[in-house]
């Protein structure tokens, strides 16, 4: 039996900052005794639980199932306990995998090797059992094996997700700038919004807060558009209960009704990729998109705002970024009145410029981006 059989527990990855969202949205999906920590988020789950946080979670990055703990100082020792694991219950030989290892404050310091120890006592179990070897393929393997190992501790998993859940898979056309989608679904959650006011993004770009606005009414599972799940290859997969778990969450979904969602951009290629990003969730095609410049735009009185501004990183890099803010902060001024706006500031110096008090900040790191959430009420 492998540990989370034994005590049906399993660890998500979660972006730092939305822990308790995550923890939240986990016990939504049925997750029990949640456990907050540092990037992640433990929970208790039985299979249909499993499958329906994959399938539904939005504020996750992946769900591990742990296959087995142990001590371990040294790298031979990882690669003997590697070996000792009956690999063939989760693929065979011409399947291929992968392996991804975080090693801290460990005897074994490096993750490069201790990934490749890990990975050769894979390969050496099957040679031993099976007397043929799988390959590994690091972009779309078959398999992702997970290993972690703090202050000695070394946990070696199964990745369920089937590698990182913020690929949606509505993301055909990437914009200039895009935001993460996990980022931007913390947005949403964190903005309250729950579809009784209209909401509108007049800096869309590619479209990813609007999506996950889409997502978020519609009840679209975050992985609705994925074709397959690290949890088919766990011993005890269930398919009859995973088609049914799937069946269950398909019914729950709603229709989206006409100009709840909108957006814009300046830009003629953005909108076109917002477009086509939208066009492949359902109800997609009920967002209405245009081109234009936020300072041209009027009316925009009791809604939801939601943007994501250039912030000079990526985008429009040495660019004095100043007058495009304080004409944000003007444009939510005068033609926001009653509404709420939610600025997601890629760079916080930025936030001086809008002119605007804010209601409250929030930290919403996403990768090197101390980024920050700000909420602005309009009156
Ligand atoms: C950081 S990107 C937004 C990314 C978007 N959230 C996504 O996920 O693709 C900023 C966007 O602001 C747009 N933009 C910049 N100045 C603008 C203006 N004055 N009016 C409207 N859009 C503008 C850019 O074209 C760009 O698409």
């Not at 090693?103 to 990934?115: D, P």
């Not at 479209?207 to 088919?232: D, H, N, V």
Request: proline share 4%.
């Amino acid at each position: 039996m492998f540990q989370y059989q034994l005590n049906h527990r399993f660890f998500a990855q979660v972006p730092e900052g939305i822990e308790e969202l995550a923890a939240e949205e986990l016990a939504e999906l049925g997750a029990e005794r949640v456990r907050i920590v540092f990037r992640g988020v433990y929970f208790d789950a039985g299979q249909a639980e499993l499958y329906r946080v994959n399938y539904g979670a939005r504020l996750s990055t992946r769900i591990l199932a742990p296959l087995l703990t142990f001590r371990c100082h040294n790298p031979d020792y990882l690669y003997r306990k590697a070996k000792e694991i009956a690999w063939e219950n989760f693929f065979s030989p011409h399947q291929t995998f992968a392996v991804f290892a975080n090693v801290t404050e460990s005897k074994i310091h490096h993750s490069r090797y201790a990934a490749l120890r890990l990975k050769d006592g894979v390969v050496d179990s099957f040679r031993e059992r099976l007397n043929r070897r799988p390959s590994v393929e690091k972009i779309d393997p078959h398999v992702r094996i997970g290993l972690y190992i703090e202050r000695d501790n070394a946990t070696i998993s199964l990745d369920t997700s089937g590698g990182s859940l913020h690929r949606r898979g509505y993301r055909e056309a990437g914009g200039e700038a895009p935001m993460q989608e996990i980022i931007a679904a913390a947005v949403l959650r964190l903005s309250g919004w729950d579809g009784s006011q209209p909401l509108y993004d007049p800096l869309c770009g590619s479209g990813t807060l609007l999506s996950e606005a889409l997502m978020t009414y519609c009840r679209i599972p975050g992985a609705y558009l994925r074709k397959r799940f690290g949890f088919q290859c766990l011993p005890d997969y269930d398919e009859a209960l995973w088609t049914s778990v799937k069946q269950e969450m398909d019914l729950a979904m709603r229709p989206l009704p006409e100009a709840l969602i909108s957006g814009s951009d300046r830009s003629e290629k953005a909108v076109h990729s917002a477009g086509r990003n939208l066009g492949e969730l359902p109800w997609g095609e009920r967002v209405s998109l245009r081109v234009a410049d936020f300072r041209t735009l009027q009316g925009l009185q009791n809604r939801v705002i939601v943007c994501n501004p250039p912030y000079g990183i990526r985008l429009e890099r040495n660019k004095d970024l100043s007058g495009l803010y304080r004409d944000l902060g003007d444009f939510l001024k005068h033609q926001c009145k009653g509404s709420a706006a939610f600025v997601y500031f890629g760079n916080r110096e930025w936030i001086a410029h809008v002119g605007l008090k804010p209601s409250w900040k929030k930290v919403l790191r996403s990768g090197r981006l101390d980024g920050r959430l700000v909420k602005y009420e309009i009156y």
